[in-house]
C-alpha cells in the first residue's frame, strides 16, 4: 500500500541555519504530494504542495520538488526563524476523493 | 471568516464512557475527515464522508462511530469499545473533483484524556 516516510525528529537548529526535512514515498499511480506543518497546540495547515513529476511547491520561504525518479519530497529551508518551530507531515493522495496518507512527522526546534 | 471548529479543545472522561466530539464548517465543503493523531504515529484516518447521510470506514474504525445529517457538521463518538481512546482527534474537510488534488483543510483538535 501507499506510505509515507520521513526522518525522524526533533531536529533542532540554530536562527538562520538551514533545514532539510528528507521525505519519500511509495504509492501506485501518480500521487500528489504534500507539506503540511502544525504549530503546537493547533492543527495543521497546508504548506505546500505538488500535483505531478518535476513541480516546485513553495511558501513562506519554503521548497519542495517532487522528484519522481527518486520517490522524494524534500522540505527546505534557507534560514530558519524562530516562529519556524513545529511539527512538520509530509502527505500523498492518490485517490480523486481526497484520503491523505501521512509520515510520522518531524518536530523542527529552532533557538535563538 | 470561513473555518472548521472542533470543540471542546480538552475533554476528560472515565473509561467506559461514550464521548462526542463535535465538528462543524462553513467551508461549504462536501467532504469531512476525523483523524486521530498520536506521538510518532502521523495521523491515521478514522472515518470520511463525501455526502450527507452516507460515511465510509478509514483505516482505524473500531471503537468509533460518525453520523452525517447535515453538510456542515460531523461528530465523532469515542464508544467505550475503543481500546485506547487517549489521543488528539483532527477534524477536516475538502471540495470533491474539479481539480487533480483535493486539498484538506483542518480543524484546531479536540485533545481527549480518558481516566
Known amino acids: 500500500g501507499d506510505s509515507v516516510t520521513q526522518m525522524e525528529g526533533p531536529v533542532t537548529l540554530s536562527e538562520e541555519a538551514f ?23 493547533e492543527g495543521l495547515q497546508l504548506l505546500l504542495k505538488a500535483t505531478k513529476a518535476d513541480d516546485k511547491g513553495s511558501n513562506k520561504g519554503f521548497e519542495a520538488t517532487y522528484r519522481k525518479e527518486t520517490t522524494s519530497f524534500h522540505l527546505e529551508k534557507g534560514s ?21 496518507q501521512f509520515g510520522a512527522g518531524t518536530q523542527v526546534v529552532v533557538t535563538p | 471568516d470561513g473555518g472548521i471548529t472542533q470543540s471542546p479543545k480538552y475533554l476528560f472522561r472515565k473509561e467506559g464512557q461514550n464521548v462526542t466530539l463535535s465538528c462543524e464548517q462553513n467551508l461549504n465543503h462536501d467532504a469531512m475527515y ?19 447521510n452516507d460515511f465510509q470506514k478509514g483505516d482505524i474504525a473500531e471503537g468509533y ?32 473533483g474539479g481539480r487533480s488534488y483535493n486539498e484538506q483543510f483542518f480543524g484546531p483538535g479536540t485533545r481527549l484524556t480518558v481516566l
Open chain 1, 19 to 41: 533545514l532539510t526535512i528528507n521525505c519519500t514515498y511509495t504509492a501506485t499511480g501518480y500521487p500528489s504530494l504534500f507539506w503540511y506543518v502544525q504549530y503546537p497546540g
Open chain 2, 34 to 52: 476525523w483523524y486521530r493523531q498520536d506521538p510518532g504515529q502521523g495521523l491515521r484516518l478514522i472515518y470520511y464522508s463525501q455526502i450527507v
Open chain 1, 80 to 100: 530558519v526563524q524562530v516562529s519556524d518551530s513545529a511539527v512538520y507531515f509530509c502527505a500523498l493522495q492518490t485517490d480523486s476523493w481526497g484520503k491523505l
Open chain 2, 65 to 96: 462511530s460518525v453520523s452525517r445529517e447535515k453538510k456542515e457538521s460531523f461528530p465523532l463518538t469515542v464508544t467505550s469499545a475503543q481500546k485506547n481512546p487517549t489521543a488528539f482527534y483532527l477534524c477536516a474537510s475538502s471540495i470533491i
